[in-house]
C-alpha cells in the first residue's frame, strides 16, 4: 500500500520579518511548531541577504515555501522599502517554486499603498481620496481635514494624533515628518473619522471565506482623534467583534471581495477598512503578509470569532495555518 507523501515546507524570516511579516523570530518559531503538529514537515530559514536564501532553497528542499519577508533587509524597525530591493517572490518565480500567499506583483503593489489605491480605484472599488507626495516635491492645495501617513509602512508606523491635519501648515509639517524620519514617500488621505473594521481573507475560489471584524478600543484609551496609533494594537486595548449590524456586515463582505479580486490576492490577506463622514465604508489598506501572532495578531482573532473549537485558541490558530497551506496546495495542485 502506498502512503501519502507528507508536504513539506520552508518557513522563511529575517531581521525585517516584525516589521514586514507576521512576527519576530519566537512567532515564526511557534508557527513552524504549530505546523509540525499538523503533520506537515516544517524547516525554517533564517536568511538576511538574496544569497542566503538561494542557499537555503538548495539545502532545504521543500514543496511550498511561506516567507514572513517581502524583501531582503537588516531593517527591523520599519519596512523602508529600498528601490533596489530583491524581492523573495521575484527569486521563488524566476526559479518555478510554488509558495503561499500573492504573486510578486500584487506584493509590490500592496506594500505600497498609494499604488494600491490607484489600482481599487481603477477597479471601482471605494478607497479615500488619495495624494502621494514624494520627497522634495512641493505641496499642492488639498482639501482638509487629511490625513497623512507614510506610503510603504505597516503596524501602525508613523501614525499619531498628529496624522490628523487641519490645516496647512499641519499638513506640511506632518509630510516634512514623513520625509525626514522615514525617508519615503507621503500618503495624504481623506479624514475618515467613522469606525474602522479589520477583514480576513482565506483561500481562493469557491472555498474562500471573507470573514469581517469590528476594531474597538477603549474610548479612553484615544488622545484627541479616534485612530489606531502603534500603542493601541494587540490584546488588552483593541477588541475585535463580528459586526452586528448585518447591513456592515454585508457591506463589508462585498467590499472586501471587490478589492481582493482587483488586486489578485491569493491564500491569505487582511483588509482594513474605515467610515467616512458619509456614512460608508472604504479600503484604507490590504496587508500581503498579516500578523500571525497567536491569539494577539487580528487575523488568528478574527478566526477564532468565526471557528471557535473546544481546544481552544491554539488549536484554532493550528487549524487558521492549516487552510492557508492548504489553499496554496490545492492552487499549486500539489
Sequence with gaps: MSKTKILSLLIVTGPGGDAQGWGDLSVTETLCASLREAGYAVQLAFVRTPEEFIAALRTNPADLVWSCLYYFTEKEDIIGIDPAAVWVSDLLEERGMPYIGPSAQTMKNLILK????????????????HHLINIG????ELPLPAFVKPNGESRSIGISDASVVNTRAELCQQVARMHRELQQPALVEDYLPGEEYTVLMLGNGPRQEILPGKVSVDESCYGRYRILRSDLRGVGKTRISIPEDP???AEAVALSRQATEALDCLDHVRLDLRVDAQGKLRV????????LKPVKSWSPQIYSLYHPVPGGPMLEYRHLLEKIVCSARERWQL
Excluded: Q, S
Excluded at 498609494?114 to 481620496?129: D, I, N
Design 114 to 129: 498609494y499604488t494600491t489605491h490607484c489600482l481599487m480605484r481603477k477597479r471601482g472599488v471605494a478607497v479615500p481620496e
Design 284 to 291: 484604507i489598506e490590504i496587508n500581503g503578509i498579516p500578523g
Design 137 to 140: 516635491e512641493d505641496i499642492p
Design 247 to 249: 447591513a456592515r456586515f
